[in-house]
């Protein structure tokens, strides 16, 4: 199984649409984050989870489940690094190759010493803009394969009954 921990915050500021949404909004940016990771983890079938800094909060780690990834939001005076390389040890198995998704060069060492393999903010935009491109296509191409009706009519029949639809003869 591959997972991928991604560092939230630091990607936030490395993608461009993140960091323009996070001038207005930084939690709609953490939202949108969470989807693009929705369709990185449906398309390529990594388990995400997504490690926030606990930004404004005095209280104890919180973990919530949104579109089958772990998000998690650390306790108080817990950076999002510390709580990543906690997670590489746990989760690390003969079975598991853990992936970081991160520019922090320090956590990138860090994660090293974990066994873990990096992967940078650049990468991983990368990553979602080639998977994007292929589920569009992918979406196009199933749309233009799709029959107009439910029943199967040769190319001729179908244009003389969408003539009469259209009222054209």
Do not use: C
Not at 81 to 105: F, G, P
């Amino acid at each position: 199984m591959d997972i991928l921990i991604v560092d939230g915050y630091n990607i936030i500021g490395a993608w461009p649409e993140l960091r323009d949404l996070k001038m207005k909004d930084l939690s709609a940016a953490r939202d949108r984050l969470i989807e693009l990771m929705a369709e990185y983890q449906g398309y390529t079938g990594f388990k995400i989870v997504i490690v926030f800094d606990a930004h404004f909060v005095r209280d104890v780690e919180r973990k919530k489940k949104n579109y089958g990834m772990d998000i998690i939001f650390t306790k108080e005076n817990e950076t999002a690094d510390e709580r990543i390389e906690k997670l590489a040890i746990e989760l690390n198995n003969r079975k598991t190759q853990i992936h970081v998704a991160t520019s922090d060069y320090t956590e990138q060492w860090a994660i090293f010493g974990q066994g873990a393999l990096r992967k940078s903010a650049r990468e991983l935009l990368t990553d979602m803009g080639v998977i994007q491109r292929k589920i569009e296509k992918s979406v196009k191409n199933n749309y233009q394969q799709k029959p107009i009706s439910n029943i199967h009519l040769a190319p001729e029949v179908a244009e003389k009954f969408e003539k009469w639809r259209r009222g054209q003869e």
